[in-house]
Nanobody
Framework: QVHLVESGGGLVQAGGSLRLSCATS????????LVWHRQAPGKQREWVTS???????KYADPVKGRFTISRDNAKNTVYLQMNSLKPEDTAVYYC????????WGQGTQVTVSS
């Protein structure tokens, strides 16, 4: 069983930054692909970014150039650095781990005020 716990969300003004962390359990972290999704109020959940076990990263167009995903295999943790935040980034952010099946955290709220 794999558990994921996100942290680092909060309230920030537009233009500000936040760094989300997602700590995971289990022994297969380094072999896992990792993702961040988000769900804004009244909207469908959407993919934000991903990083493969080999370090290949991809970003959704709305966050390119502003968000950075990274991983620390020694700490079993994935990060999401979010800069130049916009009100439309307001959402619950979820981290996910893919290893045979997908595992998800409980989410952390990010609110960006204008």
């Amino acid at each position: 069983q794999v558990h994921l716990v996100e942290s680092g969300g909060g309230l920030v003004q537009a233009g500000g930054s936040l760094r989300l962390s997602c700590a995971t359990s289990g022994s297969e972290f380094s072999r896992s692909d990792l993702v961040w999704h988000r769900q804004a109020p009244g909207k469908q959940r959407e993919w934000v970014t991903s990083i493969t076990s080999g370090g290949i990263v991809k970003y959704a167009d709305p966050v390119k150039g502003r968000f950075t995903i990274s991983r620390d295999n020694a700490k079993n943790t994935v990060y999401l650095q979010m800069n130049s935040l916009k009100p439309e980034d307001t959402a619950v952010y979820y981290c996910g781990l893919s290893l045979g099946r997908n595992y998800w955290g409980q989410g952390t709220q990010v609110t960006v005020s204008s």
